[in-house]
């Protein structure tokens, strides 16, 4: 007796595809999350403004969010982000594990060690929170203003705007619960400030790179997404 196998076997739900270019721009966005953790403990200067050496990398990561819901839209984004968030809590948490074990008797790097990763809790929270915050009110702007824009025209302009809110819900959140009470509450406005205006400008002088990518994207991928009738749920984190 003979059994047809196509009829038998049940019907699989097919699965969501991702492409090598969008894999390997969320393993870089990932990284740089983590980098920036690991630069943010230098403290540099340009003249009269101190700024941290995660200033370095860490704008790219909004760079590679305008990049994402350029092209693949919002909801390839949101799974990115709520991956860099696992991989970024992931890092810290190892790190604040080894800094909390016991050195050996020979090792004297205790105290550099204690300075990249013994993070503070409370600042660490913030970071979290800030980003979340930040990279999401990015990808939203992105995606809605390219849904009126005339035929996904002026990416430019979109793409600085976002990073101008982006940056701002990143900064109005990051300040006050990280260093709120420890800088005098006069300072901070201006910190937030420095921190918006250099990191938007670090995109526009990018911008030109940002474009060409964009573009060999969509020419390699074949995809120019569209947001229309999609939710915007930030915990629909498998809906892509």
């Known amino acids: 007796m003979s059994y047809n196998n196509t009829t038998c076997a049940p019907e699989r739900k097919q699965r969501p595809a991702v492409s090598i270019a969008f894999m390997m721009l969320g ?3 990932c ?16 003249g009269p403004i101190d700024l941290t050496a995660g200033l370095i990398v860490f704008p790219v990561s909004y760079i590679i969010n305008d990049c994402m819901v350029e092209v693949w839209g919002y909801r390839r984004a949101r799974l990115v982000i709520w991956l860099g968030f696992a991989m970024n809590f992931l890092f810290v948490l190892f790190g604040m594990l080894a800094d909390w ?10 105290e550099g060690f204690h300075a990249i990763f013994g993070l503070a809790p409370r600042i660490c929270a913030a ?11 990015n990808a939203y702007v992105m995606s809605r203003m390219k849904l009126r824009s005339n035929g996904g025209k002026h990416f430019s302009y979109r793409a600085i705007a976002s ?8 900064s109005l959140v990051f300040f006050p619960l990280a260093l709120g009470g420890v800088v005098p509450w006069p300072i901070i406005p201006l910190l937030m400030l420095n921190q918006v205006v250099l990191k938007t400008a670090y995109e526009i002088v990018v911008l030109p790179i940002t474009i060409r990518v964009v573009r060999a994207l969509k020419r390699h991928e074949g995809e120019d997404t ?4 999609i939710s915007y749920n930030v915990w629909k984190i498998f809906d892509i």
């Open 163 to 170: 990073t101008v809110v982006g940056e701002t819900g990143d």
């Open 226 to 229: 569209y947001d229309k009738g």
């Open 31 to 46: 990284v740089c999350l983590i980098a920036a953790n690991l630069l943010e403990t230098k403290q540099i200067a340009f």
């Open 27 to 29: 393993v870089l966005f």
């Open 101 to 110: 074990l016991p050195g050996a008797p020979y090792w004297h790097g205790e």
């Open 127 to 137: 970071s979290f929170v800030a980003f979340l915050v930040g990279s999401f009110l």
